[in-house]
């Protein structure tokens, strides 16, 4: 029996799913995590042989201590993983240390965690690349602000996700930047890059041990995640129906540029929404970054939705077994939509549930680990029509603000890029609530709405 370790099989919440088909699977599968093991989730502990919990996952030695209790019990260790961004370094130091070979080690990071050192491997995939300085004083950013223009983006070189991304605009923004980074964060390293007037679309695959695609999906978030966290506003993303020729091959080369093997991938892109000088024309890939992980938060869930599958079981079969028998079903849009506290929403909850109870697939709160950039209160349902996802969109998005009719359309214009097939662009239909509000509804249950078990999120 193969020994696979699961590093925070808690968190997110979703993740019991993986150990689950881990387990049904054959491997022995065993969870280090910081939660007393008496708050796990029922299912959790049903899908995990053994849990060792440490005092806090950031000690190193305490991680340490646990994997080496399993080897001494177990013997050797076949995998080691967390599916998790901000543990990557860390097992890749443990597979190192334990001399793991079924995934990335420490001498891999580099290129798979610093955006700077992607950028080389885009390249090579000959994937377009946003120009970008190293942050060092007043006058070498400006050196570079001068040949590429206002705005910048500076962020972390080594961050995850949009966590201190920040978006300049003139000399006054940076000289406050370069302050905050000098007071706060004077030993990280961050990266300005030129902007790409641009949606986001992702190639989100499953890779065998001989680096080719299981499963493939992808992705469209048409408002940036850097907004969203800035101004505290909505978030929206959706699974698209096809994933397009372009992010499909473009995904692949980087499989290969990168040499991905045995892992859950989410590849991100600029696809871009107008012509820009020495970037490319509009429609257009441009790389972003590579995450050696799923996507986070709930989105392999949505995948599932939209594909008719389960991803969970793909990987597992993939990591016991080097491939799946698991079918892809009738696919669909699956959109995210997250509400954000304190804004005056035409719709009740109450009302959204009795419009759209036949196409919710998971209504829930967002855990405040996630509400930065995913909003408080989710919404995700299926469509087999993008005109039917313009409309969900519409009405759990509509506010009673004077300037409704302002955001609606806006709404209009960022799904509008959604498509990247090359079909002509046709008059938009008014999009306002269908409907207006009644007061005779019928009470919903507020947790995750499935068709079965096995995408069931508590």
């Known amino acids: 029996m193969s020994n696979f370790i699961f590093i925070s099989p808690n968190f997110p919440t979703n993740y019991w799913q993986f150990c689950r088909e881990l387990k049904n699977d054959g491997m022995n599968v065993l969870g280090i995590g910081d939660q007393p ?28 201590r646990a994997v080496a209790f399993f080897t001494f019990k177990y013997g050797r260790i076949d995998w080691l993983e967390s599916n998790n961004e901000y543990w990557l370094e860390r097992d890749a130091a443990l597979r190192t240390d334990f001399h793991i070979t079924s995934g990335f080690q420490t001498e891999d990071m580099p290129r798979i965690k610093y955006k700077s050192k992607m950028k080389e491997y885009y390249q090579k995939a000959g994937i377009a690349t946003a120009r970008y300085h190293m942050v060092d004083d007043f006058e070498g950013c400006k050196k570079f602000i001068e040949e590429v223009g206002y705005p910048v983006v500076v962020k972390p070189d080594n961050g995850v996700g949009a966590s201190d991304t920040h978006r300049l605009s003139n000399d006054e923004e940076l000289r406050t930047f370069l302050t905050y980074k000098s007071i706060h964060h004077p030993d990280v390293s961050y990266i300005m ?30 408002m940036s995640i850097m907004d969203i966290v800035n101004d505290n506003d909505n978030s929206i993303y959706y699974i698209i129906k096809d994933l397009p020729d372009d992010t499909r091959a473009a995904g692949r080369a980087v499989v290969k540029s990168f040499g991905v093997k045995s892992r859950f991938v989410h590849f991100e892109f600029f696809r871009m929404s107008e012509d820009q000088a020495g970037m490319g024309k509009k429609g257009q890939i441009v790389a972003l970054e590579v995450n050696m992980r799923p ?17 969970y079981k793909i990987w597992a079969d993939m990591i016991a077994f080097g491939g799946t028998d698991m079918p892809v079903g009738e696919h669909f849009y699956c959109p995210f939509a997250g509400r954000r506290d304190g804004k005056h929403f035409v719709y009740s909850h109450e009302q959204l549930m009795q419009k759209y109870q036949g196409n919710m697939r998971m209504v829930d709160r967002i855990p405040d680990a996630l509400s930065g950039a995913m909003g408080n209160q989710m919404y995700v349902a299926t469509f087999p029509t993008f005109e039917e996802m313009e409309q969900f969109y519409a009405d759990v998005l509509a506010v009673t603000d004077e300037n409704n009719d302002a955001i609606q359309q806006e709404l209009v214009n960022v799904l509008a890029l959604g498509e990247p097939a090359a079909k002509a662009l046709i008059p938009k239909p008014n999009l306002s609530p269908a409907v207006k509000p009644t007061t005779a509804v019928t009470k919903t249950t507020t947790k995750a709405v499935t068709k079965t078990d096995s995408r069931k999120k508590k």
């Not at 042989?49 to 190193?60: F, H």
């Open 193 to 222: 890059e030129e902007f790409v007037r641009a949606e986001v679309n992702s190639y989100d695959a499953i890779i065998d041990g001989s680096g080719n695609p299981i499963f493939e999906a992808g992705n469209v978030s048409p």
């Open 295 to 311: 996507c986070g938060g709930f989105t392999p869930d949505m995948i599932n939705f939209a594909r008719s599958t389960n991803v």
């Open 37 to 64: 093991y008496d708050e796990l989730k029922p299912e959790l502990k049903d899908s995990l042989n053994e849990y060792y919990k440490v005092g806090s996952l950031e000690n190193y030695d305490e991680v340490y």
